[in-house]
């Protein structure tokens, strides 16, 4: 793990060295979509072969950032600039395209209205919910009464009819109760205090505040300036997937706030200046470019868009070769071991050829298929 | 490889978190109605019905199947239908209808069908509780052949996770995948033999071709396999061959699954 170490001058003039957790570390995340615009090209990203070239949108461009126990830190940007995104990575709901992300301790992401289940009443969409955070029942039990009084009058009053007679606002009064009463290491919160009334929103406030002084690190996205300013001492402001600016909330709330305010104002080209946005299309290896002394794993995707491995691959061709052998010697009445031994005399060579000619002709069409959109997309 | 590991080990760290929200998935289904579960033992037993009087005493004359009566020879294999049934259907959507709500926290995704799986299998002990007092009746009594039910179930399970995997990715990406799957099951109910014998059928016998491949068919397998444990008219262990083509199609369905489910579950909430 690694430690940040503080200077800190006293009132006596005496140093002492604070030293303060690694709780996230994020290097180079990038998340990447298919922009798919036709149901055909939906159905080709299921396809293991074939045309794959659906265009791309980059929704995180490498973004690092570090943040140490006890931060609060404020994500603002114009909409669609990455910060949801961000903060699904940071709370492992969405894995990464790339990069690497080091979190120390349980995350927990507040967004309110998700996971409730309308036709059961509140008090079993609470236990529901805290279950699926993972709580024991002695734990829920413990903190049952809690969670109803922090809800509101209006929803003790409806505990134990189902959530669909709520009105919106009680809903998600009962969403942010149940999750601000887990009690995690690093708390994610995404523009859920914009919800709710005045009383209720006040409240929220509080108790995040109580979350900051107990020292637990806490992210922070919301539109509102006023908000980040109260909660948070460090800002960081993304923008079209990159880190635009990052630093004391004093440093970076001012300039956001300018740039907010005069965006209508500037030319294109001014603002992509200021947001680092290039214009052109985004590649990992641009990023590996501008990037030459980190390390290579930081810039190569992730499992999970990746084809199938060589031992994936040998595993099914051994399985369906198994498998071949064993209907054709079923249907053929001769026993496995016969099969095994004479494979021609079970499948005639005829079959193999044709069966060969079949898969060769799938693959040709899919290399057709892609070379054909390449050149339209080239005129 | 990886992948499939990956995603059984998902299933088995989350056991008890799937049973108990199965729980809550059946509460929540039949929350509206006056005789609530009840139904869902009612619903396949008005089935059981219907199949005893058209099949059983109609088409067949009250004659014997393999030696036992009609209705002691359809249950076991029925209610394993029945399940099969219910639960690949719901598998498919599981994934539409639950993601939102586990879409904001870390939720592994991939018990989604396990937990569809769970909720049904509650309905499948209450049902084969009533199928072994009907057994008793009918003067089917435990033997030792009863013990291949645990390798059958082991079965059933195996192949209705795999199963679940791929279609409920299906289904999220390609919504008509549903509709299709429902027609298809339709057609697996007649040529999995759920409520005739095809081995005591004369067209059948006189084709052993066509009856080879119907054997191919995985839902047959369980079927008649189920069938053999409670009435003991044979061991799993003598058809080597129909077990070998299972587990290998088992085996490819699990690898195709788990591969398409994690190419694929960063992205379930851009689908829907």
Same mark, same amino acid.
């Given at each position: 793990?690694?430690?940040k170490?503080e200077?800190?001058?006293? !009132?006596e003039?005496?140093?002492?060295i604070?030293?303060?957790?690694l709780?996230i570390?994020?290097?180079?995340?990038?998340?990447?979509?298919?922009?798919?615009?036709?149901?055909?090209d939906?159905?080709?990203?299921?396809?293991?072969?074939?045309?794959?070239?659906?265009?791309?949108f980059? /929704?995180?461009?490498?973004?690092?950032?570090?943040?140490?126990?006890?931060?609060?830190?404020?994500?603002?940007? $114009?909409?669609?600039?990455?910060k949801s995104?961000l903060?699904?990575?940071v709370s492992?709901i969405?894995?990464?395209?790339?990069?690497?992300?080091?979190?120390?301790g349980?995350t927990n992401i507040i967004?309110?209205?998700a996971g409730?289940n309308?036709?059961?009443t509140g008090?079993?969409n609470?236990?529901?919910k805290?279950?699926?955070?993972?709580?024991?029942?002695?734990?829920?039990?413990?903190k049952?009464?809690?969670?109803?009084?922090?809800?509101?009058?209006?929803?003790?009053?409806?505990i134990?009819?189902?959530?669909?007679?709520? +009105?919106?606002?009680?809903?998600?009064?009962?969403?942010?109760?149940v999750?601000?009463?887990?009690d995690?290491?690093?708390?994610?919160?995404?523009? /859920?205090?914009?919800?709710g009334?005045?009383p209720?929103?006040?409240?929220?406030?509080?108790?995040?505040?109580?979350f900051?002084?107990?020292?637990?690190?806490?992210?922070?996205?919301?539109?509102?300036?006023?908000?980040?300013?109260?909660?948070?001492?460090?800002?960081?402001?993304?923008?079209?997937?990159?880190v635009?600016?990052? @630093?004391d909330?004093?440093?970076?709330?001012?300039?956001?706030d300018e740039?907010?305010?005069?965006?209508?104002?500037?030319?294109?080209?001014?603002?992509?200046?200021?947001?680092?946005?290039?214009?052109?299309n985004?590649?990992?290896?641009?990023?590996?470019?501008?990037?030459?002394?980190e390390?290579?794993?930081?810039? +190569?995707?992730?499992l999970?868009?990746?084809p199938?491995s =060589?031992?994936? =691959?040998?595993?099914m061709i051994?399985?369906?070769y198994?498998?071949?052998?064993?209907?054709?010697?079923?249907?053929?009445n001769k026993?496995?071991?016969?099969?095994?031994?004479h494979?021609l005399?079970?499948? +005639?060579?005829r079959?193999?050829i044709?069966f060969?000619?079949?898969?060769?002709?799938?693959?040709?069409?899919?290399?057709?298929?892609?070379?054909?959109k390449?050149r339209?997309?080239?005129? | 490889?990886k992948?499939?590991?990956?995603?059984?080990?998902?299933?088995l760290?989350? $056991?008890?978190?799937?049973?108990?929200?199965?729980?809550?998935?059946?509460?929540?289904?039949?929350? !509206?109605h006056?005789?609530g579960?009840?139904?869902?033992?009612?619903?396949?037993?008005?089935?059981?019905?219907?199949?005893?009087?058209?099949?059983?005493m109609?088409?067949?004359g009250?004659?014997?199947m393999?030696g036992?009566?009609?209705?002691?020879?359809?249950?076991? @294999?029925?209610?394993?239908? *029945?399940?099969?049934?219910?639960?690949v259907l719901g !598998?498919s959507?599981?994934?539409?209808s639950?993601? *939102?709500?586990?879409s904001?926290?870390q939720?592994p995704v991939?018990?989604?069908p396990?937990?569809? $799986? /769970?909720n049904h299998?509650?309905?499948?002990? =209450?049902m084969? @509780?009533?199928?072994?007092?009907?057994?008793?009746?009918?003067?089917?009594?435990?033997?030792?052949?009863?013990?291949?039910?645990v390798?059958?179930?082991?079965?059933?399970?195996?192949?209705?996770?795999?199963v679940?995997?791929?279609?409920s990715t299906?289904t999220v990406?390609?919504r008509?995948?549903?509709t299709l799957?429902?027609?298809?099951?339709q057609?697996?109910?007649?040529?999995?033999?759920?409520?005739?014998?095809?081995?005591s059928?004369?067209?059948?016998?006189s084709h052993?071709t066509?009856?080879k491949i119907?054997?191919i068919?995985?839902?047959?397998?369980?079927?008649?396999?189920?069938?053999?444990?409670?009435?003991?008219? @044979?061991?799993?262990?003598?058809?080597p061959?129909?077990?070998?083509i299972?587990?290998?199609?088992?085996?490819?369905f $699990?690898?195709?699954?788990?591969?398409i489910?994690?190419?694929f579950r960063?992205?379930?909430?851009?689908?829907?």
């Open positions: 793990m690694i430690h170490f200077k800190c001058v006293c !009132a003039g005496i140093i002492f604070l030293e303060k957790k709780k570390r994020a290097r180079f995340l990038t998340k990447e979509y298919d922009m798919m615009k036709t149901k055909s939906m159905l080709k990203t299921l396809l293991p072969f074939g045309n794959t070239n659906i265009e791309k980059w /929704a995180l461009k490498g973004v690092s950032f570090d943040v140490y126990e006890g931060d609060s830190v404020g994500i603002v940007g $114009l909409n669609g600039g990455g995104t903060l699904n990575i492992q969405i894995p990464p395209t790339s990069g690497e992300l080091e979190v120390n349980q967004s309110v209205g409730l309308y036709s059961l008090r079993e609470i236990i529901m805290c279950e699926m955070l993972g709580m024991s029942d002695a734990e829920i039990n413990a049952m009464d809690d969670i109803i009084n922090f809800a509101g009058d209006q929803v003790i009053q409806k134990d009819q189902p959530v669909k007679t709520y +009105s919106s606002g009680m809903k998600s009064r009962l969403g942010f109760s999750l601000v009463h887990q995690p290491d690093i708390l994610i919160i995404d523009e /859920a205090l914009s919800v009334d005045a209720f929103f006040e409240k929220g406030v509080a108790r995040m505040k109580q900051k002084a107990e020292g637990k690190t806490i992210m922070f996205v919301s539109h509102s300036i006023a908000q980040v300013e109260e909660l948070c001492d460090k800002v960081i402001w993304i923008d079209h997937g990159r635009v600016m990052e @630093g909330t004093s440093e970076v709330l001012p300039k956001f740039f907010q305010k005069t965006y209508n104002k500037k030319s294109k080209a001014e603002r992509n200046k200021i947001t680092h946005d290039s214009g052109t985004f590649t990992l290896e641009e990023l590996r470019e501008a990037n030459p002394d390390p290579d794993r930081y810039f +190569s995707k992730r999970y868009d990746k199938f =060589w031992q994936t =691959w040998t595993a051994f399985l369906m198994v498998l071949v052998l064993t209907i054709a010697a079923s249907i053929k026993s496995i071991l016969f099969a095994l031994i494979p005399a079970i499948i +005639s060579i079959t193999v044709i060969a000619i079949v898969v060769v002709a799938m693959i040709l069409a899919g290399k057709l298929t892609r070379r054909n390449e339209h997309v080239m005129d | 490889m992948e499939v590991w990956l995603v059984i080990k998902e299933q760290t989350n $056991l008890g978190v799937i049973n108990r929200l199965a729980k809550y998935d059946e509460k929540s289904t039949f929350q !509206a006056i005789l579960n009840i139904w869902q033992i009612l619903d396949p037993l008005i089935n059981i019905c219907i199949y005893w009087v058209v099949f059983g109609i088409l067949y009250n004659r014997p393999d036992h009566p009609y209705i002691a020879w359809l249950l076991p @294999g029925y209610i394993a239908w *029945q399940f099969m049934r219910s639960e !598998a959507r599981s994934m539409v639950r993601v *939102q709500m586990v904001k926290m939720f991939s018990t989604i396990s937990m569809t $799986l /769970a299998l509650i309905n499948y002990w =209450w084969l @509780g009533i199928t072994v007092l009907i057994e008793l009746k009918y003067g089917v009594y435990p033997s030792a052949s009863w013990i291949q039910f390798y059958y179930f082991i079965c059933m399970i195996a192949f209705l996770y795999s679940g995997l791929i279609t299906f990406v390609v008509d995948f549903h799957l429902n027609s298809m099951m057609l697996m109910f007649w040529v999995s033999g759920t409520i005739f014998n095809m081995n059928n004369n067209v059948m016998n052993p066509i009856m119907i054997q068919n995985p839902f047959y397998y369980i079927i008649n396999g189920m069938r053999q444990a409670f009435l003991g008219t @044979g061991w799993f262990y003598q058809d061959k129909a077990m070998i299972f587990w290998s199609i088992i085996g490819l $699990l690898i195709i699954g788990s591969h489910h994690l190419k960063s992205r379930f909430i851009d689908y829907i």
